[in-house]
């Protein structure tokens, strides 16, 4: 069934009812955009207490980026969840004071500026640990923190292209091709994530903090798999081979009488017996070629001709409830209208709704896992520009007044 998350708090003790297995954590997010936020919003979803930090007057642009709602984000709803929001001039001497103060009492800061910058306003990993040494940094930039294009302007579409994965990626006769989304970004938050627990478990046994150089080019790359040995111990480069796969056949997207679409993987032999035998042409399996799946890649266009044929014949639900009988591995292709009423994903959790205080209820993707005693929760969506901002200070002992001198000078 699908889950419902709870209404927001009010401003004050927004996360008063804030539980998980990082509830002990305080994050300060001042990454902009989506790789470095997105860490921290999966840390925010297991509980932790993450501080969104924006410029006084210069919103993180992932407030404005894609599709809204009567002025409002939606991708911002998702990627600011469970963050508590403030805003603070970095560059600002008093705007300086304060984030020193913050560091002090957090576990973790995630940041994604050019390298070289926090080391200009004073606050590189020696001024933020100098009363913490728990503390943990973690760096998320295109390249790396150093090396001779490490400095340049990087998003992670530079990424994309330059890690091999565009390369490989589209149709045959067709240019390379970028993905419709913030993919390496994404992967990027995910080993992100990773790399701070990791760097959290060694701060457990030993009490020290430390610095996560994390570039955005890396964790994709890795998700090309043997692409890079390939070339190193063959001379191989992969090219684009359209939705097919040169490791295994059948592996592609097939159009079903109606005009829909379904997928197929083989990786395992007995799927791919089974596909043949289901379709009609159980003579292909005693070829020599077919035992193993880089044979059958080779012979893609005979094996794709009999499959597709099969399924062109076919309404869709026909396919799925043929190939599942035959214990064969097939999805149907769905947009987004379609996830959202899938059954199965519903049943386990995978769409949440949220309540919006001006959208109403939203759905989003849920937390990306389960945990049987310790799960995650969406306690409310992204939160307005600099909405903490005096709650936090107030907790940091500042008074109204100190507040008001701060915004005067534009540090808050």
């Known amino acids: 069934m699908t889950q419902t998350a709870a209404s927001p708090s009010p401003a004050t003790g927004i996360d008063a009812e804030r539980q998980g297995p990082l509830k002990d954590l305080k994050v300060l997010d001042i990454a902009t955009l989506f790789a470095g936020p997105s860490a921290a919003t999966i840390m925010a979803d297991f509980g932790a207490d993450v501080l969104k930090i924006e410029h006084p007057t210069r919103p993180d642009g992932a407030r404005t980026h894609g599709k809204s709602k009567g002025g409002k984000g939606l991708w911002w709803t998702l990627l600011a969840r469970n963050k508590r929001t403030a805003t603070l001039n970095l560059s600002a001497p008093e705007g300086k004071e304060v984030f020193l103060r913050l560091a002090r009492d957090a576990d973790i800061v995630i940041e994604n500026f050019r390298p070289g910058t926090l080391e200009k ?42 890690s091999g994965f565009a390369f490989s990626t589209g149709q045959p006769d067709g240019p390379p091709t970028l993905p419709p989304l913030a993919l390496a970004d994404n992967i990027a938050g995910l080993a992100a994530t990773i790399a701070t627990l990791t760097a959290l478990h060694h701060r457990d046994r030993t009490g020290q903090g430390q610095v996560v150089d994390l570039a955005i080019i890396e964790p994709i790359l890795a998700m090309l798999g043997p692409q890079l040995t390939a070339y190193d111990q063959l001379g191989y480069i992969t090219h684009r081979a359209g939705n097919r796969s040169e490791n295994n056949a059948p592996r592609n997207t097939y159009q079903t009488k109606e005009g829909r679409w379904v997928a197929i993987s083989s990786s395992a032999n007995s799927i791919a017996e089974r596909v043949m035998r289901l379709v009609g042409r159980p003579e292909l399996i005693e070829e020599e070629w077919f035992a193993s799946g880089l044979g059958r890649a080779q012979h893609a266009d005979t094996i794709d001709g009999a499959v597709a044929e099969w399924i062109a014949a076919r309404p ?11 214990e064969a591995a097939i999805a149907p292709v769905y947009d987004m209208s379609q996830v959202i009423e899938d059954e199965q994903l519903n049943h386990i959790g995978t769409i949440a709704t949220v309540e919006d205080p001006d959208l109403g209820p939203v759905k989003m993707q849920n937390v990306l896992f389960r945990l049987s005693e310790t799960p995650g929760t969406i306690r409310h969506t992204g939160r307005g520009h600099g909405q903490d901002t005096d709650e936090v200070l107030a907790e940091l002992g500042y008074t109204p007044e100190q507040v008001a001198g701060l915004r005067a000078k534009g540090a808050v």
Do not use: C, K
């Not at 009363?131 to 490490?150: D, E, K, M």
């Not at 869709?316 to 035959?326: G, P, R």
């Open 121 to 162: 306003w004073g606050l590189d990993y020696a001024a933020l640990s100098e009363h913490n040494q728990g503390l943990i940094l973690v760096r998320v930039t295109g390249f790396g923190q150093t090396g001779p294009i490490s400095r340049r302007p990087a998003f992670g579409t530079l990424a994309e292209a330059m």
């Open 316 to 326: 869709l639900e026909e396919v799925i409830a043929a190939f599942e009988q035959a």
